[in-house]
């Protein structure tokens, strides 16, 4: 039974959009090398699953602002040069080249509309990140799916939201404790963790270390440096 690579299509779509091109031509050979080995290298059902892929493609140079006209010509020369490929090795080429070709087309003289979402939760999480909304909330804030939202999150920070969020949380965090004589339970509540004791448990994991700990060793350093300057 065949297992589609359904998670890589829509990620190779975002690697494009945000011109990940390095990211996009791994992930496509991972597809490639599923499509071959499924398909008991069988070409005429590889060169199918490959028409199958370029529509995430072109999906995704779209969203990153590619001209529409230019992104169905491109579509349709890969497609009609596909049915005349006589080898999976020149099969893989070609898509290779689509791939190049579509990266090309993205506009990259500005944000794409993805990039300045992303930028845009960044910074909302970077002010606030004891109220920021969760990635659900920003999807539906801003009319796109969350599994194309995380995609690109991960394609242009080279972190989940999840990941990030927690790094920024534990950066303010040790900010505050090296910064403030506030408790533990209340700067807890500062970077979005109600339960203190989650909290430390989330920064002992991170860091090695209790935020009582952290606080003695790194508080005392600030405090030293504070007076010699």
Request: glycine share 6%; net charge positive.
């Amino acid at each position: 039974m065949f297992h589609y690579p359904w998670g890589l299509l829509p990620r190779m779509g975002s690697c494009i959009e945000l011109q990940q091109k390095e990211a996009a031509h791994r992930n496509l050979d991972e597809a490639l090398e599923i499509f071959w080995k499924q398909d008991n290298q069988k070409l005429s059902l590889c060169k199918m699953r490959c028409a199958a892929l370029s529509s995430f493609c072109s999906r995704g140079a779209l969203q990153g602002g590619a001209s529409s006209s230019r992104v169905l010509t491109i579509q349709m020369k890969y497609l009609d040069k596909m049915t005349t490929v006589r080898s999976w090795k020149l099969a893989c080429l070609l898509t290779h080249r689509y791939f190049d070709s579509l990266l090309g087309e993205v506009r990259f003289e500005r944000p794409s509309r993805m990039e300045q979402i992303i930028l845009h939760i960044r910074e909302i999480m970077n002010q606030s990140i004891s109220s920021a909304p969760s990635l659900y909330q920003h999807a539906d804030t801003f009319g796109v799916s969350s599994g194309h939202l995380s995609r690109c999150f991960v394609a242009m920070t080279g972190r989940t939201f999840q990941q990030e969020t927690r790094q920024i949380r534990m950066d303010k965090a040790k900010q505050m404790l090296i910064e403030t004589n506030l408790k533990v339970t209340t700067i807890a509540k500062e970077v979005g963790m109600p339960d203190a004791s989650r909290f430390i448990l989330e920064f002992r994991k991170e860091l090695g270390i209790t935020p009582g700990c952290y606080r003695k060793i790194h508080g005392k350093n600030y405090s030293d440096a504070s007076k010699s300057a």
